[in-house]
């Protein structure tokens, strides 16, 4: 049997050394070891070789707007929502396409190689959806980028959200997204969810909310979300996303509201830079963290995917697509530091994601589609700890990012040596 590319000698993320062995734009083999022939053979001897990152919450068509036309001088959540009605109206067809394909191409270059975007439909143009729609078709070659029908300005609160988000799933959009706790009172957010969710059941699609995302603890519409799912029979199809309200919820009631969500098979979609970022912003000290309760909810068995949220928007001044960036913020604030946590950290930024995202062809597996990323670290924390540059990446079998870059040199006190900044961690005793 020959192959058309063999990488050798990597570090797959649970610890086994392999050969990947691909054919075409699939997975063939993977083992130790492997001396069919092949059309080109890469050695990656020692490098991590992962699946791709995987980001289950962004705003493609926000990316990339800083600035425009101003910053958020409060860095509010509610400031941001402002902002971004403000630069809304300015928006055209050909300047989303720009700075979503430049994401785009930063997201490639970073091993980001599936994207959920939420896509602003309150804008009765829905230009942005039109947008967004022709960048999927765009980079289907290397990102699967998936849709979600989003009335930032709430279904109810906004005069023609509820339509707009209807012609959006019409015209292709994916999945069907959420604000409940934008809308005008508890009670239209409850409906808020409720009909979102009957929409969802009726088309067969996902849903996937932001929810909750508020430092009030009295802001409960996850429990309805829950609650519709298993009403509706949407178990595995639906994700809550931000749940920052959890964080200071009463613990009774979070003990009641776990299972529940467990139990409905709801995923949760923690943004960690954004949530550290907008949240507890009108607290003194203490000032809470704002990110929902990760560690309680993998113990509860609840699935859990980390996103990024925004880069370079109203809502936040940074980001490079760097799912590590997501990672390491994410181990922090929920303070997972052992070894166990950290790796689940990782798992959380890639598998646990694809399998929120519901990609069938994501892994490393035989069989797979071959989409991977090579990193210049030797383990899943080594490459959270040093933000692992990326050695290669692989979508559909094709090398469409590579590095080979000289490592820093250092002359100290007449030594010039190359730094390497990577450890052996012992095992954990
Ligand atoms: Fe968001």
Same mark, same amino acid.
Request: proline share 5%; net charge negative.
């Given at each position: 049997?020959?192959?058309?590319?063999?990488?050798?000698?990597?570090?797959?993320?649970?610890?086994?050394?392999?050969?990947?062995?691909?054919?075409?734009?699939?997975?063939?083999?993977?083992?130790?070891?492997?001396?069919?022939?092949?059309?080109?053979?890469?050695?990656?001897?020692?490098?991590?070789?992962?699946?791709?990152?995987?980001?289950?919450?962004?705003?493609?068509?926000?990316?990339?707007?800083?600035?425009?036309?101003?910053?958020?001088?409060?860095?509010?959540?509610?400031?941001?929502?402002?902002?971004?009605?403000?630069?809304?109206?300015?928006?055209?067809?050909?300047?989303?396409?720009?700075?979503?394909?430049?994401?785009?191409?930063?997201?490639?270059?970073?091993?980001?190689?599936?994207?959920?975007? @939420?896509? =602003?439909?309150? !804008? #009765?143009? %829905?230009?942005?959806?039109?947008?967004? &729609?022709?960048?999927?078709? +765009?980079?289907? /070659?290397?990102?699967?980028?998936?849709?979600?029908?989003?009335?930032?300005?709430?279904?109810?609160?906004?005069?023609?959200?509820?339509?707009?988000?209807?012609?959006?799933?019409?015209?292709?959009?994916?999945?069907?997204?959420?604000?409940?706790?934008?809308?005008?009172?508890?009670?239209?957010?409850?409906?808020?969810?409720?009909?979102?969710?009957?929409?969802?059941?009726?088309?067969?699609?996902?849903?996937?909310? @932001?929810? =909750?995302?508020? !430092? #009030?603890? %009295?802001?409960?519409?996850?429990?309805? &979300?829950?609650?519709?799912? +298993?009403?509706? /029979?949407?178990?595995?199809?639906?994700?809550?996303?931000?749940?920052?309200?959890?964080?200071?919820?009463?613990?009774?009631?979070?003990?009641?509201?776990?299972?529940?969500?467990?139990?409905?098979?709801?995923?949760?979609?923690?943004?960690?830079?954004?949530?550290?970022?907008?949240?507890?912003?009108?607290?003194?000290?203490?000032?809470?963290?704002?990110?929902?309760?990760?560690?309680?909810?993998?113990?509860?068995?609840?699935?859990?995917?980390?996103?990024?949220?925004?880069?370079?928007?109203?809502?936040?001044?940074?980001?490079?697509?760097?799912?590590?960036?997501?990672?390491?913020?994410?181990?922090?604030?929920?303070?997972?530091?052992?070894?166990?946590?950290?790796?689940?950290?990782?798992?959380?930024?890639?598998?646990?994601?694809?399998?929120?995202?519901?990609?069938?062809?994501?892994?490393?597996?035989?069989?797979?589609?071959?989409?991977?990323?090579?990193?210049?670290?030797?383990?899943?924390?080594?490459?959270?700890?040093?933000?692992?540059?990326?050695?290669?990446?692989?979508?559909?079998?094709?090398?469409?990012?590579?590095?080979?870059?000289?490592?820093?040199?250092?002359?100290?006190?007449?030594?010039?040596?190359?730094?390497?900044?990577?450890?052996?961690?012992?095992?954990?005793?």
């Amino acid at each position: 049997m020959s192959f058309d590319v063999v990488l050798k000698g990597g570090v797959l993320p649970d610890g086994t050394h392999a050969d990947v062995a691909i054919a075409g734009d699939r997975i063939a083999a993977i083992e130790p070891g492997i001396t069919a022939e092949a059309r080109e053979t890469i050695d990656i001897t020692g490098h991590l070789v992962s699946p791709p990152f995987v980001d289950p919450h962004f705003h493609m068509d926000a990316t990339l707007s800083y600035g425009q036309p101003r910053i958020n001088g409060s860095g509010t959540l509610l400031e941001g929502i402002a902002l971004w009605g403000e630069l809304k109206p300015m928006l055209t067809h050909e300047a989303v396409i720009e700075r979503a394909l430049a994401y785009c191409d930063w997201a490639a270059s970073m091993g980001l190689l599936a994207i959920r975007t @939420h896509v =602003d439909v309150c !804008d #009765d143009r %829905l230009l942005a959806v039109e947008a967004l &729609l022709e960048v999927k078709q +765009q980079v289907a /070659g290397y990102i699967d980028l998936q849709l979600v029908a989003f009335p930032q300005d709430g279904l109810y609160r906004s005069p023609n959200a509820r339509e707009n988000t209807i012609r959006a799933l019409d015209l292709g959009v994916d999945v069907v997204g959420g604000i409940p706790h934008f809308e005008r009172t508890m009670a239209d957010g409850r409906a808020s969810v409720t009909e979102l969710c009957e929409i969802a059941a009726e088309r067969g699609l996902m849903v996937d909310m @932001h929810c =909750d995302e508020t !430092d #009030d603890p %009295l802001s409960r519409h996850i429990e309805q &979300l829950a609650y519709e799912t +298993q009403r509706l /029979g949407l178990q595995g199809r639906v994700a809550g996303s931000h749940l920052t309200s959890m964080h200071s919820m009463d613990n009774y009631y979070v003990s009641k509201l776990l299972p529940l969500i467990a139990e409905a098979e709801v995923a949760a979609i923690p943004n960690p830079l954004i949530n550290i970022t907008l949240q507890g912003r009108h607290d003194t000290y203490p000032k809470r963290r704002g990110m929902t309760r990760v560690p309680e909810m993998l113990k509860h068995g609840i699935k859990v995917g980390f996103g990024q949220d925004c880069v370079l928007d109203p809502w936040y001044s940074l980001g490079t697509a760097d799912m590590l960036d997501v990672a390491f913020m994410a181990l922090h604030v929920a303070q997972m530091t052992s070894p166990a946590d950290m790796r689940r950290c990782f798992e959380m930024v890639t598998t646990q994601s694809a399998e929120i995202m519901g990609l069938d062809h994501y892994g490393l597996a035989t069989g797979k589609r071959a989409d991977l990323v090579v990193l210049d670290a030797g383990n899943p924390i080594e490459a959270i700890r040093l933000r692992a540059e990326r050695l290669m990446v692989m979508a559909r079998g094709k090398v469409i990012a590579r590095r080979d870059r000289a490592p820093m040199q250092l002359m100290i006190s007449g030594r010039e040596a190359g730094i390497d900044r990577r450890f052996e961690v012992p095992e954990p005793r």
